[in-house]
């Protein structure tokens, strides 16, 4: 129910409603020069990759739980990520009927890059449930200084709207679902402009509205394995078939919105969803300039450090930068008293450097002043790049969009040995799924049960003390 959301869903729910309806009233798409590569890249993509050993040494990830590794490898590795299985994505792909001819359009993503990660999700779920082929998605990016101006203009043919190739590496997708996925085919959306090379012919432009399924309310998550999307999907199919008075050939283009948190993925019993929700999330790889970025980074760090999501941008709708930061430095004690020097599972003798990711160059000075006085040592991107001998990682990091440089903290915050979120956050709650091997953040690595290696905490907010179900 809505009203019992707290501020910050509102808030997106209403920023993502305007979306929407302004996205469903468009036919119009982006132009790019992408278009023609994508087919040749289509046609090769059973080649399997196969990764260069030099990245297995240089990002030392060996602290990780074997699933969390494998997420960084597949997700931030620099060079070309490591051939893995993904079974349960071949698994849902086998079980589907296919649909010839029917590509699903995704849209309404939009917010932070996390944000837009769970809708990306949204949207390769219903097409693999469906049995659909997938239009790449086209998705705002949002201003760098104003974050709440997504740019959105009057339609999306406005300058912020990237196609997917400009967000996330299409090369790993398209790869990687040609060798576990072979009967979804993906289309550009170059290709359905008339004068492109390799035009791809449109019979019909249909549209399905995922907001009229029976008892649907908009952040409640919706489908699960017992109110399945392929029946709801199949129905409307049915319908606009039945209603429709084409002839000629050509395939069906659907525009449908990738709802925020359509999917209640964790209440499958068999567990299956979850897996392949997890896997989902390993196909939407960075681009290379954030992943350079991130291994830059780490071979500047020499010893174990912590992670902190501070998050103290300035539209942030949560506790104050100075609440966070007391919050964060008293939970940094605690990690440091259960896994640090003298515990049985210490991790080292040295105390750990603490790593801020934040948006903020002047709050995380404030963070370091203060942790200096509480006996930590507080870094970020900024600084350690500055001490780089390389001084193009700085140049990179500013050269790269907002969202982009969050795409770098992200990284670096999979990687550490203690991360501390923040509840209220989709960043925050997406790092803390991601570093549990169950792929879900199940309690506080500060509590007497097992965690599983996953060595997080995520620190209650007064505005927002849990995350709704499921990023
Ligand atoms: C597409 O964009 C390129 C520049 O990126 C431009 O040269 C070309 O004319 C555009 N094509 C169309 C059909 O708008
Ligand atoms: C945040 O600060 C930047 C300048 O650093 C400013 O341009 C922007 O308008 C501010 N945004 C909000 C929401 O206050
Ligand atoms: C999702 O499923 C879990 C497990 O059954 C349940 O506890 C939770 O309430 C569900 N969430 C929503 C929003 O339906």
């Not at 080292?348 to 370091?368: H, I, R, T």
Request: aromatic residues 10%; charged residues 20%.
């Amino acid at each position: 129910m809505l009203g019992t959301l707290r501020r910050s869903s509102v808030i997106s729910a209403i920023g993502i409603c305007v979306l929407v309806t302004v996205w469903l009233s468009s036919g119009r798409l982006q132009n790019t020069s992408f278009g023609s590569s994508i087919v040749s890249t289509i046609s090769q993509h059973t080649t399997p990759t196969t990764s260069t050993a030099s990245t297995a040494a240089i990002v030392k990830n060996s602290h990780l739980p074997a699933p969390v590794s494998l997420y960084f490898n597949q997700v931030f590795s620099p060079d070309d990520a490591n051939p893995h299985d993904f079974p349960a994505l071949r698994k849902a792909c086998d079980r589907a009927t296919w649909h010839e001819d029917v590509y699903l359009q995704c849209g309404g993503m939009f917010a932070g890059m996390t944000s837009i990660m769970s809708e990306v999700k949204v949207c390769f779920k219903m097409a693999v449930e469906a049995g659909t082929g997938l239009i790449l998605p086209t998705i705002p990016i949002r201003d760098n200084t104003n974050l709440l101006e997504f740019n959105n203009n009057d339609d999306e043919t406005g300058d912020a709207y990237m196609p997917y190739d400009q967000w996330f590496d299409t090369k790993h997708l398209v790869e990687t679902l040609g060798r576990a996925c072979p009967k979804m085919k993906i289309i550009h959306p170059d290709q359905l402009k008339p004068d492109h090379a390799n035009k791809v012919a449109v019979k019909n432009h249909w549209e399905i509205d995922v907001s009229k399924a029976p008892g649907y309310h908009f952040t409640v998550s919706h489908f699960w394995t017992g109110n399945p999307f392929r029946k709801f999907f199949d129905d409307q199919l049915a319908k606009l078939e039945k209603d429709s008075s084409t002839t000629g050939t050509g395939i069906s283009v659907i525009k449908i919105a990738s709802l925020f948190l359509l999917y209640n993925i964790t209440n499958d019993p068999t567990g299956g969803d979850l897996k392949l929700w997890n896997e989902l999330a390993m196909l939407i790889r960075f681009l290379e300039k954030p992943r350079q970025i991130v291994n830059q980074l780490l071979t500047h760090i020499n010893r174990p450090y912590y992670g902190v999501h501070f998050r103290a941008e300035n539209d942030s709708i949560w506790n104050s930068a100075e609440d966070q930061m007391h919050n964060d430095l008293d939970v940094l004690d605690k990690a440091w008293a259960k896994y640090g020097k003298g515990s049985a599972s210490g991790i080292n003798s040295q105390k750990p450097l603490v790593y801020l990711a934040c948006g903020d160059e002047k709050q995380v000075e404030m963070f370091a002043e203060v942790g200096k006085t509480r006996g930590w040592e507080v870094t970020h991107k900024w600084e350690l790049a500055q001490k780089s001998a390389n001084p193009t990682t700085l140049e990179m990091i500013n050269a790269l969009p907002f969202d982009f440089q969050g795409a770098v903290d992200m990284g670096m915050m999979v990687q550490s040995y203690f991360f501390i979120g923040i509840s209220g956050s989709a960043f925050s709650n997406t790092v803390a799924h991601a570093r549990d091997p169950i792929g879900r953040y199940r309690w506080s690595s500060l509590e007497e049960e097992d965690d599983g290696g996953a060595r997080t905490h995520i620190v209650s907010d007064g505005v927002q003390s849990s995350y709704p179900c499921c990023l």
